[in-house]
């Protein structure tokens, strides 16, 4: 019994001494229960909208100061005309408009009830249904508070509006989102794990001193990799398109554009992540915790961002996957041009470039 404590002592000491067996064991869990905790929510919080007041009168004004009150909206633009929805719509920061009839308050007054539509950016079908959900409730309850001493009463009935996504299939939304967890994964992923074998069984350094330069090995080493996530890439939209009838409606080279750049910044991301790992367990064990939980919860795939604590949507802002997303829903579903999305191309150039330079840095003190 003495010989048997001392070996489960023996055993406890080797994990309380390995720090990375502690992140594993205590670290990990900590992090995924608080990252679930906060960002997994079905509510929508501080949602950007934008309001087309037809009538601008007294009672519309109340109505918007109103919506703008509550925690669940937040007013970032008002727009003067119909013609002005589709482009704001297109550039991805507003996920809904309300439009005030006009003669709001007369129609109120004389015919005892006014409209009030709401239209709904529907590429996410959730959140495109709890915003109409929302705004009824906010207007319902206004409508209570004004009907208190009134005989007939006052009704305010709202329309909907779904653009992109009429039929408000999950499929639209589904599809951008497993495009961007795939390409993630095989581009990162293995090529960080196919780096790090390399490295384990000693081969690299085989490579290293072979007649081709350092760069040569590393792309020879990736290239692969691109090819294999482009076709991965074309067939997820070829599916979308022919099988779950998903509409292409923007330029098809544009996609093509932004997801070979999307497949080379998770790429430099990979090999990031192999000059920082010595094992393909290491290598494993980083890419799932930093890029797959990440990708999933924290690009707006399946969770609206804006509904996040603010620590979380400023943390979003450095995942490669957010930016992607946002791309290729603008140009799939609502035929966004370059001009639209040139921020968010921007942003993974400069990602890009970042990660190769942070690799190359790594690269050359394991040289050195």
């Known amino acids: 019994m003495k010989r048997f404590i001392g070996f489960v002592t023996k055993e406890f000491y080797h994990i309380f001494r390995d720090k990375r067996t502690m992140f594993i064991l205590f670290g990990m869990p900590i992090a995924q ?9 079905n509510e929508i919080n501080k949602v950007t909208i934008a309001i087309l007041d037809l009538s601008k009168d007294a009672e519309t004004q109340q109505i918007i100061t109103t919506i703008n009150a509550s925690k669940y909206f937040d007013i970032k633009q008002e727009i003067s005309n119909e013609n002005e929805i589709e482009n704001v719509f297109k550039k991805g920061k507003i996920k809904a408009v309300l439009v005030f009839e006009n003669h709001f308050i007369k129609n109120l007054e ?7 539509q709401v239209i709904t950016d529907a590429t996410d079908p959730n959140i495109a249904n709890t915003i109409t959900n929302y705004v009824n409730a906010i207007l ?3 409508a209570q508070k004004i009907n208190e001493n009134q005989l007939p009463p006052f009704s305010i009935q709202t329309q909907t509006q779904l653009y992109y996504n009429p039929e408000l299939k999950s499929v639209f939304n589904f599809v951008p989102g497993v495009m961007t967890v795939i390409l993630m994964l095989v581009s990162a992923m293995m090529t960080s794990i196919s780096i790090t074998r390399e490295k384990e069984l000693g081969t690299m350094e085989v490579l290293l001193v072979s007649p081709l330069k350092p760069f040569q090995v590393i792309i020879g080493k990736v290239f692969p990799y691109i090819f294999l996530s482009i076709i991965n890439a074309t067939v997820i939209v070829l599916l ?3 099988v779950f009838k998903m509409p292409i409606v923007g330029s098809v080279f544009l996609v093509a554009f932004e997801s070979i ?3 080379i910044t998770a790429l430099s991301l990979g090999i990031l992540i192999s000059t920082l790992a010595n094992s393909q367990q290491t ?5 799932l915790f930093a890029l797959m939980l990440p990708v999933i919860i924290l690009s707006g795939f399946i969770f609206p961002i804006s509904s996040m604590p603010l620590p979380l949507q400023i943390i979003s802002n450095i995942i490669p996957a957010k930016w992607f997303i946002i791309i290729i829903k603008a140009v799939l579903l609502k035929g966004a041009s370059f001009e639209v999305i040139w921020k968010e191309t921007a942003i993974l150039i400069g990602m890009t470039a970042f990660f190769i330079f942070l690799s190359t840095k790594k690269y050359k003190k394991r040289l050195e």
């Open 261 to 263: 750049l999307f497949i």
């Open 140 to 142: 319902q309850n206004y």
């Open 110 to 116: 004389t015919k005892k009830q006014a409209k009030v």
């Open 283 to 287: 290598a494993m064990m980083f890419s």
């Open 240 to 242: 979308g398109y022919f």
């Open 33 to 41: 229960i608080m990252l679930f905790g906060f960002a997994i929510t």
